[in-house]
């Protein structure tokens, strides 16, 4: 079963635009993790942030964790047509196993 | 470093039969964890090895199983193949022994079908 939920499913927005994507979890967390897929391939890591921390950027990419929601968002400033993609929210319960569970997934388009 | 490998990368078998997967973590990384990945119910988590060890265990029936070997490398197994059993099965390496957590690195996954 999964985690939580996503928001939207599904994104489309300019070239240059930026794209803020919404998770949402249930239970206590370790660690929130978020990963971008492209087209049925591997995910690559993006950024992590611990329970501990409100916010953390890398990049063009910014995360905030809202612990008492339970709720993260991903920001993506000035998107590129590269950006399209699926983009994933993972939570680590840290219960001494690297088990990640989830979200569905947001589908982001870039149009160029 | 070398990424993480999956081998083969495409797969059809029969229903019925058996398929093993394999998977070579980062060099260093102790951890191999194995996802499914399907449209219907997304991503979710088959198991977990360290150090030859299972540490944890999704929501799966028996038929998937999974091995680590003391290289690291890890195989994981179906037997008796049902069409659901279609997906696409990703394998992730960690170091695994961060307190707070560690980012897990994805290989490109396996995607099998079952006729």
């Known amino acids: 079963s999964q985690q939580g939920e996503e928001d939207p499913q599904a994104l489309s927005i300019q070239e240059g635009e930026n794209a803020t994507m919404n998770c949402s979890y249930k239970t206590s967390i370790n660690n929130l993790q978020w990963y971008r897929q492209n087209s049925g391939r591997g995910l690559v890591h993006l950024i992590l942030i611990r329970s501990n921390e409100r916010e953390k950027h890398s990049g063009r990419l910014r995360v905030t964790l809202d612990t008492s929601k339970k709720s993260s968002s991903l920001l993506i400033t000035a998107s590129r047509a590269a950006d399209t993609a699926s983009y994933f929210c993972a939570t680590d319960a840290g219960q001494g196993a690297q088990k990640l569970v989830f979200g569905q997934g947001t589908r982001l388009t870039i149009n160029p | 470093k070398a990424g993480v490998t999956q081998t083969p990368r495409y797969l059809i078998k029969t229903r019925g039969q058996q398929v093993t997967l394999s998977c070579s973590p980062i060099?260093?990384?102790?951890?191999v964890s194995w996802y499914q990945q399907t449209p219907g119910q997304g991503l979710q988590f088959l198991f977990e090895?360290?150090?030859?060890?299972?540490?944890n265990k999704g929501n799966f029936p028996g038929r998937f199983s999974g091995r680590q070997f003391s290289n690291s490398r890890s195989e994981m197994n179906v037997s008796t193949l049902e069409l659901g059993d279609s997906a696409l099965y990703l394998c992730?390496?960690?170091?695994?022994?961060?307190?707070?957590?560690?980012?897990?690195?994805f290989g490109p996954g396996t995607r099998l079908t079952v006729t």
């Open positions: 992730a390496s960690s170091s695994g022994i961060v307190r707070g957590g560690v980012e897990q690195y």
């Open positions: 060099s260093g990384h102790r951890s």
């Open positions: 090895y360290f150090s030859e060890t299972q540490r």
